[in-house]
């Protein structure tokens, strides 16, 4: 196994957790956290890419996941917002409990 | 691959796996941090070293705070009354586990075709930021733009309503 390989195995790992966490937790919170381990697995490919891609010096990649955490930073901040905004309106973070359209 | 990098591998996959399966959700937030923590070293260990201190800055110095405010401002969400798996999980897992499958087996049958044992990029911050304000400049200013909209966003949207007491 290459080092290239390994990383991205890691990054597909940490991925699928993110996901498995975002489709199978009824907490909204614990939903953004596994959207924010998907994001992070993305990152790392890209910055694993970088490192053994033929051009390193180029900095692509790393500007990628630079600005990728940025997008994801602000991301966190509007999502934990709508959460509390919901949570004000239904008094839950029950996905679950979330099933009216109209409040 | 060293050493450093199985530890620092398994330590990221734990706190993943930590955050997604305990009941809790305060220790989901720190497993989480560990997580982060465990991306940050592995972008060091992949010498990209300004990306790592901005993975520790941002994940774990503003996300993991703002996932923690938020999990005190909901209070009732810190205990769950009947289960923390929503009814169809199994369906979640099955699609992750297939995605993983497929990843998997695409980085292990893929042909290497990148060096493998490049140099040590030197790369030092100053490189960065010259890419920043020349290449990049105009990424760079959309980014400042969207951090703005999206702290407005979010204060208006977690504003209280007007006129309503709680």
């Known amino acids: 196994m290459t080092p290239l390989s390994g990383f991205l195995l890691v990054a597909a790992l940490v991925f699928a957790i993110g996901l498995a966490g975002a489709l199978t937790r009824r907490n909204a919170i614990l939903v953004l956290i596994g959207i924010e381990l998907m994001l992070n697995a993305a990152n790392l490919n890209l910055i694993a890419f970088w490192r053994y891609g033929p051009h390193p010096a180029a900095l692509t990649g790393m500007m990628f996941a630079i600005f990728s955490i940025a997008v994801a930073a602000a991301e966190a901040a509007v999502g934990l917002g709508l959460v509390i905004a919901i949570y004000r309106h239904a008094r839950t973070t029950d996905l679950d409990q979330m099933n009216r359209m109209k409040g | ?166």
């Open chain 2, 1 to 166: 691959m060293t050493f450093a990098f199985y530890v620092i591998a398994a330590l990221t996959v734990a706190g993943g796996l930590a955050a997604v399966l305990l009941r809790n959700t305060v220790h989901c937030a720190l497993a989480v941090t560990i997580a982060f923590a465990g991306l940050a070293m592995l972008f060091l260990d992949l010498d990209a070293q300004f990306a790592g201190f901005a993975q520790i800055l941002v994940y774990i110095g503003a996300v993991a705070i703002l996932i923690v405010f938020a999990i005190l401002l909901t209070r009732n969400s810190e205990t769950p009354r009947d289960g923390v798996f929503s009814r169809n999980w199994f369906a979640g897992l099955f699609v992750a586990a297939a995605i993983f499958a497929v990843l998997g087996w695409a980085v292990l049958h893929s042909i290497a075709v990148l060096p493998n044992h490049a140099a040590v990029p030197a790369v030092t911050v100053a490189q960065i930021g010259q890419a920043l304000v020349g290449r990049y400049v105009l990424p760079l200013e959309i980014v400042a733009l969207l951090l703005t909209a999206a702290m407005i966003g979010a204060v208006i949207i977690a504003l209280d309503e007007k006129g309503r007491t709680k």
